[in-house]
């Protein structure tokens, strides 16, 4: 069983030759050409999708972004000890960061648009969590390098690990003086950076590439050592603003819960709460004559009994009994009695319409009655009249109604005319009958239609010769 499961995880059975890993890394890492330019685009994108709060425009940023390159050649030099390939690859990392800046920037201070959407928020409270998200995108964008084929990989693994829009929203801080955005969303590009970094380092070091380079034993334990320090001091912040967010969390469901309580008890005043995560505060708002005292005891004794300690409860008062609820009880009458008067107005609106519409119909039915009704024709008599001129008509169906081709034209008295012949007409036969039939048929508009006669074939003569007659219909 064990050495199954080993093969479904080999990595190196689809692995990618291991020089043009090296290429493909070294490619990545590099500086200038189509890299600088693609990263000015997609400074740019981001930085409108950001200001415009339009996620979609955010994430095509994330997939054009060249920054990952870098941190990848970083990770890979330390992995291979290829102290060229880590200067080159942190050189081109800081250029970059220093021109997504610039870039940023320069666009929030010519930008109309000031205000931060809650893209921009999302930027500035790194937490645990996208320590993690950090570690396994780097995983898997290394894997993804490795094999030969990755197409599917690459992309899903740039919207994960999402380095350009921390950098645009530091220089949103930067433009606006909003320095807590700026440390937040620079901390959590630095969370990417490292842990993304680290990751293609373990990934480099699980698959045992070949070595670029020869390090002695003191150099290589003072770059382990840089390397967990640096993912220390990185990972310690975050861990404990990942504790202080489940804290709130926790703080804001167990307040919400204990105001509902109090909202729903038919002898509470509560009217409604307002919970502040961050100040740990709980604001009630009271109706009638409360002690407030005794309320504020209460909540936090309800509070400590769910293990929310030092939580500050503050009671405001919307003012006194009586008035208060005289006034609430006019306002509610007033909305109901404008609710009343809009709908009111609407059903007659409504009324109004139907009844021209009636109006519409009932003189449209009276000028159909005006009309003098059409005269019938004698479908049998029709059928002696033109089998004594064509005896070859076997059968007539005569349909009489009306035609129209537009709602702005009036419709046209129309007959269908349907022949069922032994033997097809001739086209001038066709055409002098339908001229008689339209004048038999009091001028009106005729449509025509013939059909061969089916039982007008005996079974002997089907398949040699047209029949000539009609034959008695049985």
């Known amino acids: 069983m064990r050495p199954k499961l080993l093969f479904l995880f080999d990595l190196r059975k689809d692995q990618q030759d291991t020089k043009v890993i090296d290429e493909t890394v070294r490619m990545g890492a590099q500086f200038g050409g189509t890299n600088l330019w693609v990263l000015f685009f997609a400074i740019l994108i981001a930085s409108v999708g950001l200001n415009t709060n339009s996620t979609a425009?955010?994430?095509?940023?994330?997939?054009?972004?060249?920054?990952?390159g870098p941190i990848v050649g970083m990770g890979y030099g330390a992995a291979v000890q290829d102290l060229g390939l880590i200067r080159t690859a942190g050189k081109n990392l800081a250029i970059f960061v220093v021109l997504s800046l610039v870039t940023s920037v320069l666009y929030?201070?010519?930008?109309?648009?000031?205000?931060?959407?809650?893209?921009?928020?999302?930027?500035?409270?790194?937490?645990?969590?996208?320590?993690?998200?950090?570690?396994?995108?780097?995983?898997?964008?290394?894997?993804?390098?490795?094999?030969?084929?990755?197409?599917?990989?690459?992309?899903?693994?740039?919207?994960?690990?999402?380095?350009m829009p921390p950098l645009c929203t530091a220089g949103f801080g930067i433009a606006h003086g909003r320095w807590d955005m700026f440390g937040g969303a620079f901390y959590l590009f630095i969370i990417n950076?490292?842990?993304?970094?680290?990751?293609?380092?373990?990934?480099?070091?699980?698959?045992?590439?070949?070595?670029?380079?020869?390090?002695?034993?003191?150099?290589?334990?003072?770059?382990?050592?840089?390397?967990?320090?640096?993912?220390?001091?990185?990972?310690?912040?975050?861990?404990?603003?990942?504790?202080?967010?489940?804290?709130?969390?926790?703080?804001?469901?167990?307040?919400?819960?204990?105001?509902?309580?109090?909202?729903?008890?038919?002898?509470?005043?509560?009217?409604?709460?307002?919970?502040?995560?961050?100040?740990?505060?709980?604001?009630l708002i009271v109706v009638g004559r409360t002690d407030e005292a005794q309320l504020r005891e209460q909540v936090q004794r309800r509070l400590l009994r769910d293990g929310q300690a030092n939580v500050t409860v503050l009671v405001r008062d919307a003012g006194d009994d009586s008035l208060n609820v005289e006034k609430l009880r006019s306002e509610l009458q007033e909305g109901v009695n404008k609710t009343l008067v809009e709908q009111v107005k609407s059903m007659d609106a409504q009324l109004k319409a139907l009844q021209q519409d009636v109006s519409k119909t009932r003189e449209k039915t009276l000028a159909l009655a005006e009309k003098p009704a059409p005269k019938l024709v004698d479908a049998q008599a029709l059928l002696q009249e033109v089998q004594a001129q064509h005896p070859l008509v076997c059968a007539l169906t005569l349909a009489q109604g009306e035609r129209t081709a537009s709602v702005t034209e009036p419709p046209r008295p129309t007959s269908v005319v349907i022949l069922d012949v032994a033997q097809p007409l001739s086209t001038h036969d066709k055409d002098g009958l339908l001229r008689w039939l339209g004048v038999r048929l009091d001028k009106s508009e005729v449509l025509l239609m013939e059909r061969p006669e089916a039982r007008a074939v005996t079974a002997r003569d089907k398949n040699r010769r047209k029949q000539t007659t009609c034959s008695p219909k049985s």
Do not use: C
Request: aromatic share 6%; hydrophobic share 55%.
């Open 57 to 68: 425009v955010i994430i095509g940023a994330m997939l054009i972004s060249p920054l990952m």
């Open 108 to 163: 929030f201070t010519l930008s109309p648009l000031e205000q931060p959407q809650s893209e921009l928020m999302a930027r500035t409270f790194p937490t645990l969590w996208d320590v993690l998200i950090a570690a396994f995108g780097g995983a898997a964008g290394m894997v993804a390098v490795t094999r030969r084929s990755y197409s599917n990989i690459v992309p899903g693994v740039a919207i994960a690990t999402a380095l």
């Open 193 to 283: 950076s490292m842990f993304i970094g680290a990751s293609t380092l373990a990934v480099a070091k699980l698959l045992r590439l070949p070595r670029q380079g020869q390090l002695d034993e003191a150099t290589r334990k003072r770059h382990r050592l840089i390397i967990v320090l640096g993912l220390t001091a990185v990972l310690v912040p975050s861990v404990w603003m990942a504790y202080r967010l489940v804290q709130q969390e926790v703080f804001a469901s167990v307040a919400a819960r204990v105001a509902r309580d109090l909202e729903a008890e038919p002898s509470s005043h509560v009217l409604m709460h307002e919970v502040d995560a961050g100040a740990r505060t709980l604001r």
